[in-house]
């Protein structure tokens, strides 16, 4: 698998893709979606889409496809292979989303959780598939979310496309478990040799599996935390592993929107909050009304200076 | 409420061996004062594209774009050379650094003309017609 496109700029969201069998623009198809790296602090999460047609099935499973989760690297590695072999009639197209768009948009003014970047990704996938002309039908999507809803979310948007969404999806259908190793496998890729846009020298790759649980993965996060950047776009910046870390180890940063205690924030600012008006002491012994500054300066934050 | 008598002195002279330096503002407030990493961290994750630059802070997106100092002014960079004891002694500070350009950063918002820290560069000219009438000097600082 060529994860180039990726890595010229990993600090975004990138799609790959397979050439579309031209069968699959005549016949009917099947498709199936999976996911792999969600659970990690490290890395990029990278939504997979395998199809073919439905008359195809059978040889599909003749491939010995299975959930990726229970396949060694090297298997993995052999059964994309495989389905690279069947690209006469086999497709697939993955959507790597970078840990720094997971960071940007969980920690985004306006919240984007993952479940629905998660949902949005899967959505994109789908249409690129039915504006490459593939004749889709059927659909089949692994969950971790309520299924229900999901798959009536999808039905929706997709009319005349049977949708069936279920957990553990990956080992009950091959073509699932068929989209499951191509994400899996481009999620491996992108890890082992993650290209690090910071200027670190050379850096120790021995993080783990990326889950927060794996002590290799906690002792490579101790090892980078930088007091002032926290650390490199490599982490999830939105996991709570590393916001621990760095509420412990790195310098605090306030943000404009963060929901800090009104009175806490302005004791900080060294200004008084509205709600010390209300309080035992409160009366007005601060600035002199009279120097009140013009809203010329005040827009501009803009204020004379008598001290350092 | 201070009652600060003490008077701070820059050393004009140090203006001369002064480097120049990239500077970036970013819209947050750190609990710190001292060195930090940019070059490692920041200045090499820059994306110059078209009309503006993205970057990321702490996991979030930034958007900025370089503002430059305006005509016939020079950003300064100014550090103590020895903290004094006391708000009564005299202060003395050396220009480190020097600048006429400098980076300013929004949370996700693209930069446009209406952002405070481009506004804020009105001021010298309002102030040089305010003072052919009325000779007051004022200093500024952008917070």
């Given at each position: 698998m060529d994860i180039s496109p990726y890595e010229t700029d990993n600090s975004v969201s990138c799609r790959l893709t397979s050439q579309i069998p031209d069968v699959c623009r005549k016949e009917d198809c099947c498709l199936g979606i999976d996911e792999a790296g969600?659970?990690?602090?490290l890395g990029p999460m990278v939504y997979g889409i395998c199809f073919c047609p439905v008359s195809k099935k059978e040889a599909l499973k003749d491939l010995k496809v299975?959930?990726?989760?229970?396949?060694?690297e090297a298997e993995r590695e052999n059964l994309f292979q495989k389905l690279d072999e069947a690209k006469s009639y086999v497709g697939w197209a993955l959507q790597i989303l970078s840990p720094n768009t997971i960071s940007t948009s969980m920690l985004q003014r306006t919240k984007y959780n993952l479940n629905a970047l998660s949902h949005d990704t899967a959505i994109g996938l789908v249409q690129y598939a039915l504006d490459s002309g593939v004749q889709l039908k059927e659909v089949y999507v692994d969950t971790v979310g309520p299924a229900e809803k999901y798959e009536e979310k999808l039905s929706q948007l997709f009319p005349g496309i049977d949708v069936t969404v279920r957990s553990k999806a990956d080992s009950l259908f091959p073509i699932v478990s068929a989209a499951s190793i191509c994400a899996k496998v481009a999620r491996d890729h992108v890890v082992k040799s993650w290209k690090f846009?910071?200027?670190?020298?050379?850096?120790?790759?021995?993080?783990?599996?990326?889950?927060?649980?794996d002590p290799k993965t906690k002792a490579w996060l101790l090892k980078y935390?930088?007091?002032?950047?926290?650390?490199?776009?490599?982490?999830?910046?939105?996991w709570s592993t590393a916001q621990t870390l760095m509420d412990s180890k790195a310098v605090t940063v306030h943000w404009d929107d963060e929901e800090e205690d009104g009175e806490k924030a302005a004791q900080r600012q060294n200004n008084r909050s509205m709600l010390s008006y209300f309080?035992?002491?409160?009366?007005?012994?601060?600035?002199?009304?009279?120097q009140q500054t013009h809203r010329f300066f005040t827009e501009r934050r803009l204020r004379s200076l008598n001290t350092l | 409420m201070s009652c600060n008598t003490s008077v701070t002195h820059v050393h004009v002279s140090s203006v001369d061996q002064a480097q120049k330096a990239p500077v970036h503002l970013i819209p947050c407030e750190i609990e710190h004062n001292g060195p930090a990493q940019v070059s490692q961290y920041f200045t090499a994750t820059i994306k110059d594209r078209k009309h503006e630059k993205t970057v990321s802070f702490r996991g979030r997106g930034l958007k900025g774009q370089e503002l430059s100092c305006p005509q016939g002014y020079t950003g300064l960079v100014l550090k103590e050379i020895n903290k004094p004891g006391s708000d009564q002694e005299d202060r003395t500070v050396k220009v480190s650094s020097v600048f006429d350009k400098l980076t300013y950063w929004n949370l996700e918002t693209p930069p446009n003309s209406d952002d405070t820290v481009v506004r804020a560069m009105d001021w010298p000219d309002l102030a040089e017609a305010v003072s052919t009438f009325n000779k007051i000097n004022l200093k500024f600082m952008v917070q």
């Open positions: 969600r659970g990690p602090v299975a959930d990726s989760k229970t396949l060694t846009a910071e200027n670190l020298g050379e850096v120790d790759t021995d993080y783990g599996s990326g889950y927060p649980n935390l930088d007091p002032m950047f926290g650390y490199p776009q490599f982490v999830r910046f939105s309080g035992a002491s409160g009366g007005d012994n601060g600035q002199n009304p009279t | -």
